[in-house]
């Protein structure tokens, strides 16, 4: 079997946040602070491992639907105080990390926005990695708003019906010059992609860990890519 080269992109679901916090008796928020310090471990452990763009599935529609308020209210608080420290941390331009959002920004809180917009702003120069943050974010919409710009683009003669493909599509998807990812890991003991990266991951690899994900090391990374170097895709032949 031939190896495969080096893992340019991988996409990462962290489930498992609530479920830690209840088995560890933690505080809510607590429990998801903790998710998100290993958020950022695991970017410093990609950029380790040469590792150039990784896409973290942070919070879904589905999520902020399936809610209860008190519950979104502590996450707001979270996310709020994560997003901030993320804007102050230094360690990011060290590190030349470019942070991107993806996601349905209309549904987001105006201090979050503004939050992700000087983010972004910051880190837009960066090289080393890309770390694309998908946030209020839902597969199945990206498909819905491709194809809703696209029919636009149509009507206005940007393009013409015949030149619709594959890499015309993708140029309209939140990730246009992001290489598709190949490899997709999931935490939490569910071996699904519950909406994530619908569009990018056709012929991703799928790496399950049964654990959750404020428990994940990095040990469990380095398994993953080697799932990866020893698997074969032949791509339909």
């Known amino acids: 079997m031939t190896e495969k080269k080096n893992i340019t992109h991988i996409g990462v679901i962290m489930d498992g946040n609530r479920r830690y916090t209840i088995q560890n008796s933690k505080k809510l928020f607590s429990g998801y602070l903790d998710g998100a310090k290993k958020a950022q471990k695991f970017v410093e452990w990609c950029i380790e ?22 519950e979104k209210k502590t996450l707001i608080k979270l996310f709020v105080g994560v997003f901030d420290d993320l804007l102050k941390n230094k360690q990011l331009e060290k590190d030349n990390i470019k942070i991107r959002f993806i996601g349905e920004r209309q549904l987001i809180e105006e201090k979050i926005i503004n939050l992700i917009e000087k983010i972004e702003a910051k880190t837009k120069n960066n090289k080393r990695i890309i770390v694309n943050i998908a946030f209020y974010y839902s597969g199945r919409q990206e498909i819905v708003n491709a194809v809703k710009n696209i029919n636009q683009d149509t009507k206005n003669k940007k393009i013409k019906k015949q030149d619709i493909n594959e890499d015309l599509i993708k140029k309209y998807t939140y990730l246009p010059d992001s290489q598709y990812p190949e490899l997709i890991l999931r935490t939490g003991f569910s071996h699904r992609l519950s909406n994530f990266l619908l569009w990018h991951c056709a012929y991703s ?3 399950f860990i049964d654990k959750l994900w404020p428990q994940i090391e990095k040990q469990d990374l380095i398994n993953a890519i080697e799932f990866y170097k020893n698997s074969k895709n032949n791509y339909g032949k």
Do not use: G, K, Q
């Open 49 to 70: 491992e040469n590792i150039s763009e990784i896409t973290l599935y942070a919070y879904s529609i589905e999520n902020d639907l399936n809610r209860s308020l008190v």
């Open 205 to 207: 690899e799928l790496y």
